[in-house]
């Protein structure tokens, strides 16, 4: 196994103040592949990393345990779901760690096999669940949503049985209930259009309030796609749900692609991020933030001055938003600093030190040392880094 590792101690320039590039980590090509880090979850001073290729790889799909330093202890390959290009989600549970992967079982029909399993600290696994989802062809990974401390939700999007996903079927998305046993606790199917005649799909899925949930994606009128937000109850009915942002201009799309997210703030209400394509006069990205109150009703909506990829929204101590991207080439990491009224407070660049390109973005902040973690690729190898906020945040 071969690990690449620089750590490097450099400071940077935000409102003033010197912000520390703690380490920055590769993963060469020990997975025999260009990868990714598609998700992570963060728990006691581990990393637990799903990993990701492409298509041409016998597996596709791997996971790691990596120290606070992001130093490797192990990873692993899974004969039985290889598949890993669509965030398949991996979270933390009593000190385990569960992972959602897919396998296809018939190219012909592009069925897909959903794969569950828990994997110990030493990295010894366990399959819990497997099967293909009734009425789906199967489900592409999504979300992973820790309900408490016996049950989690899994967000996917698949396809009816009549037309498979990659044969122009869907989008159809599936919500499923598990317990850690990897007993079925919840099945809810939702179709391709909801009640506006509006296509849709979700990817992202949080927990807000007592006991509320809601689900952040997308929905495709015709010639555009807006965001779109749906809240459902913990039975999975579903409470209210709109399409929200529309960029008014057929030439542009607001994306919100499974590297955006949505979060609940402390003033009770939703704040969501996406990447704008712009199509017209030449295709380019710019990320993108919202705000939307719990009835759904937009409240603003604003461009970002840099990055165009991954960008993630995340709530610091004192309720402003951190929102945390990345810029393909040159190789940057884009912090972007804003008050709860989206007033951009300031941004800053963060130049990756290991490479000259950098994709794709999932970000975690860490409220205990005022630290944050970007994960994503450089030029085809899995890349984490961690960087100190302390000037940046005030407490």
Not at 146 to 174: A, C, E, Y
Not at 227 to 236: C, L
Not at 294 to 308: A, M, Q, V, Y
Request: net charge positive.
């Amino acid at each position: 196994m071969r690990v690449l590792t620089t750590i490097l101690l450099l400071t940077f320039s935000l409102i003033g103040q010197a912000q520390k590039l703690l380490w920055e980590k590769t993963y060469g090509n020990f997975l025999l592949y260009p990868s990714t880090i598609e998700a992570f979850d963060y728990q006691d001073g581990h990393y637990a990393l799903s990993f990701s290729g492409d298509y041409t790889s016998a597996y596709k799909a791997s996971i790691g345990l990596a120290n606070e330093k992001g130093d490797t202890l192990w990873t692993r390959k899974f004969a039985d779901a290889p598949q890993g290009n669509y965030k398949n989600p991996i979270k933390f549970l009593n000190g385990q760690i569960y992972y959602m992967a897919y396998r296809f079982v018939d190219n012909r029909t592009d069925t897909l096999e959903n794969v569950l399993k828990k994997i110990d600290l030493k990295g010894n696994g366990i399959t819990l669940w497997k099967g293909i989802f009734p009425e789906l062809y199967g489900s592409i990974q999504r979300d992973l949503l820790v309900v408490d401390k016996s049950h989690f939700w899994f967000l996917g999007l698949g396809s009816n049985v009549n037309i498979p996903f990659n044969r122009g079927g869907g989008p159809k998305f599936t919500l499923m209930g598990f317990d850690t046993l990897g007993n079925s606790t919840l099945q809810r199917y939702y179709n391709k259009t909801d009640t506006t005649g509006i296509d849709i799909n979700a990817s992202s899925l949080i927990r807000y309030g007592a006991n509320n949930f809601a689900m952040y994606g997308r929905g495709a009128p015709p010639s555009q796609i807006w965001n779109y937000i749906m809240k459902i109850r913990p039975n999975g009915d579903t409470i209210a749900s709109r399409l929200l942002f529309d960029s008014g201009d057929i030439d542009i799309m607001a994306w919100a692609p499974y590297w955006g997210n949505m979060i609940y703030g402390t003033d009770a209400n939703f704040y969501i991020s996406g990447i704008n394509q712009i199509v017209k006069p030449k295709r380019n990205y710019r990320p993108y933030v919202a705000k939307a109150d719990t009835s759904l009703k937009p409240i603003w909506f604003r461009f970002l001055t840099l990055g165009e990829d991954g960008v993630r929204i995340h709530q610091l101590p004192d309720g402003s938003l951190l929102t945390v991207g990345a810029h393909y080439s040159p190789a940057y990491i884009s912090l972007h600093k804003l008050s709860q009224d989206g007033e951009l407070l300031d941004s800053v660049k963060i130049p990756v030190q290991i490479d000259t390109k950098c994709n794709t973005g999932y970000s975690m902040y860490h409220p205990e040392d005022s630290t944050l973690s970007f994960a994503g690729a450089l030029n085809g190898n899995a890349y984490l880094a961690r960087i100190d906020l302390k000037k940046f945040v005030v407490t």
